[in-house]
């Protein structure tokens, strides 16, 4: 592989702390699954254990945004604009924000969501999370890219990364829109102040997948430099 002098600056390079960061974040989003299946049980005991659990991933991924905005270079080493690489670190880190955002919000209200709209309500959370993975999937693929100057079959496969993550989000979008619309269809035999932080919280978990395709968007820029 080619030697990059920013590659080898040890303790300097963000790459890594950024790839930790994306992963902590997407374990952020991926704890939402069980999350939301306690509420289901009304098990609250097990959705506090896991919402504090949320609440420290997302703290540890704010340690680790703070670590790389401090040691990230300021010197012409950089082969990219160190502006776009702390604007990356920035959207993913509104992933494990949001995240937080909605463990914090169901547990508050011990949520349930209605029984007839919880098999759509998992799946539209699940596939969110498929995007937080991909978008993973492609920030591991930075290093690399970096390494072979942002050219050649690499950036092929980031690409490829970055289509699926497309898709992925484009499928969360079409989710949005069908469990709205059987939330209206229910809304009448439910109190109001109820159906408003569901359609909220639907709201917040297509945040979720927006945000992941953000970072494909973010890494789509890099390379068009």
């Not at 098990?43 to 949320?54: F, G, K, S, V, Y």
């Not at 290093?143 to 942002?150: A, Y």
């Amino acid at each position: 592989m080619p030697n990059n002098p920013f590659l080898t600056l040890f303790g300097r390079s963000p790459i890594g702390p950024m790839q930790q960061h994306i992963a902590k974040a997407h374990e952020c989003a991926a704890q939402l699954l069980p999350f939301i299946e306690a509420l289901q049980a009304e098990d609250w005991a097990e959705a506090e254990r896991l919402q504090q659990q949320i609440a420290q991933l997302e703290r540890d991924a704010d340690k680790l945004k703070k670590d790389v905005r401090v040691h990230l270079p300021k010197s012409l080493f950089l082969p990219v604009p160190r502006s776009d690489l702390l604007e990356l670190l920035s959207v993913q880190d509104k992933v494990a924000n949001r995240a937080k955002d909605i463990a914090g919000l169901m547990l508050g209200r011990r949520m349930v969501i209605p029984e007839p709209l919880f098999p759509a309500f998992k799946a539209f959370v699940s596939r969110s999370i498929d995007a937080a993975a991909q978008a993973l999937k492609a920030m591991n693929e930075l290093d690399e890219l970096l390494e072979t100057g942002f050219a050649g079959r690499e950036v092929t496969l980031v690409e490829r990364l970055i289509e699926e993550l497309d898709r992925i989000e484009h499928d969360t979008d079409n989710m949005q829109i069908s469990l709205r619309s059987e939330l209206y269809l229910l809304e009448k035999g439910l109190p109001a102040v109820d159906v408003m932080f569901m359609y909220q919280i639907i709201e917040w978990i297509g945040d979720v997948a927006d945000r992941a395709q953000r970072v494909g968007n973010r890494l789509e820029l890099l390379m068009a430099r």
